[in-house]
């Protein structure tokens, strides 16, 4: 699965990776990660992680894009395979800032899947970006829909257990990762 697109003066092809989650106490694999990966088009060159999503910071509309892109073919593979376990992808706090950016996903992507994908599904949040009152919020959103929302990253940054706790905005049950 794959996705070309023209970013930063660079014909980039995208593609999506399946990351295995693995819990010892479950014995065995509970769930995928979906990561992108890019390399130049023109020369193959691979793109670092950390360049491309600060490219697509800058045009939310291509995050939009991409990141609506690749939940509906992951999901539409998946369903042809059935394959076990959650499917986790990593949602920018970008698209859920901006109030136009979040209902298009909701709406034209998150919420048009099957009840039943729908609650295989992990939207990852990054912990810096949950400081943010109007991205709790939407979490509590998608929550409400049946989404599944964790913390992605936890413990990479500042975060730490004391963090589950803060308040009544984040509980170990509501946002976890």
């Not at 693995?22 to 691979?46: K, Q, W």
């Not at 939310?60 to 991409?66: H, K, S, T």
């Not at 049946?146 to 913390?151: Q, R």
Request: with cysteine; net charge negative; hydrophobic share 45%.
């Amino acid at each position: 699965m794959h996705m070309n697109l023209r970013l930063g003066g660079h014909n980039l092809v995208l593609t999506w990776h399946q990351q295995g989650l693995v819990a010892g106490a479950l014995n065995g694999l509970y769930g995928r990660e979906i990561l992108t990966r890019a390399h130049c088009a023109e020369s193959g060159e691979p793109v670092a992680p950390q360049r491309l999503f600060s490219l697509l910071k800058t045009a939310p509309q291509r995050l939009l894009e991409l990141t609506a892109r690749q939940i509906r073919q992951v999901m539409a593979v998946d369903a042809q395979w059935q394959l076990d376990g959650s499917l986790w992808f990593n949602l920018a706090g970008e698209l859920l800032e901006d109030e136009r950016l979040f209902e298009t996903l909701l709406e034209a992507t998150l919420l048009a899947l099957p009840t039943a994908q729908r609650q295989r599904l992990v939207l990852e949040v990054a912990e810096d970006a949950l400081d943010s009152s109007l991205i709790l919020e939407r979490a509590h959103t998608l929550r409400r829909h049946g989404f599944l929302v964790a913390m992605d990253d936890f413990g990479a940054g500042y975060s730490n257990l004391g963090r589950l706790q803060e308040g009544d905005s984040i509980s170990s049950s509501s946002i976890w990762g």
